[in-house]
């Protein structure tokens, strides 16, 4: 059963670069829109992970920077 879960955005991690975080009108605050199955949602909220398996840079002048 795979669903976009809402994992609140923690200040541990890079979640402010990432393309997944998107901001939720109703709640007004930023959330992890990724499609995870349950046992995902649990090992990271559990902090299983060290670092997020997720994670996709949004940075769009990393491209860039590395050119110069």
């Known amino acids: 059963m795979a669903s976009s879960s809402k994992v609140k955005k923690s200040s541990s991690n890079a979640c402010e670069y ?3 975080l998107v ?3 109703e709640d007004e605050q930023y959330y992890c829109d ?6 995902d949602y649990v090992r990271l909220v559990t902090g299983h992970y060290s670092e997020c398996p997720y994670f996709v840079n949004g ?4 491209v860039v920077r590395h050119q110069m």
């Open 18 to 20: 990432c393309n997944n």
């Open 34 to 39: 990724m499609d995870m199955d349950e046992d």
């Open 23 to 25: 901001w939720d009108e």
């Open 59 to 62: 940075d769009e002048y990393k």
